[in-house]
């Protein structure tokens, strides 16, 4: 089930993202780097200018987007900081598409202000850039050595952009 994500979901947010973030060069962020500080200001940022949608299995949390605007008035059309976390049990069983699907269709409904929305994603990560482009999102550039893998090694981002069609 995908719904809204709630102040209550936070602490299997928390442990979400903790279990996403041990797989290496998955997430930009260690499990260190996951703690309640960092959930709760994207859960925050996202309820008040953006969308967070969780995807619930057996009552667990097993996928997490947000994506958020930055205040300023030249990007309100543009929701941005997206990120997206499926637990490696889920992954590769569509939790990743229909979390996006219903990103993109809530919108589309309901966000008619939102016009476009962005999101990076390492150059090594083929399986994911593959899934973002069959939804829509097209590689815009490149940001050369931006990011650092499990392997301390210097990678390229790729940024792509989605249009309201």
Known sequence: MIRKAQANDHARIVRLYRDVAAVPNGIARTPGEVNDAYVSGFMHKAEADGIELVCEQDGQIVGEIHASRV???????????????????????????????????????????????????????????????????????????????????????????????
Do not use: K
């Open 71 to 165: 205040g300023i008035a030249c990007l309100a059309h543009l929701l941005t900081d997206l990120t997206i976390a499926v637990a490696p049990q889920a992954q590769g069983q569509g939790v990743g598409r229909r979390l996006f699907r219903a990103l993109l269709d809530e919108v589309t409904d309901n966000m008619p202000y939102i016009t476009r929305i962005e999101l990076f994603a390492r150059e090594s990560n083929v399986r994911a850039r593959a899934l973002y482009a069959s939804l829509g999102f097209v590689e815009e550039g490149r940001l050369r050595a931006r990011v650092n893998n499990a392997q301390g090694e210097a990678e390229t981002d790729t940024i792509m952009g989605w249009l309201r069609p």
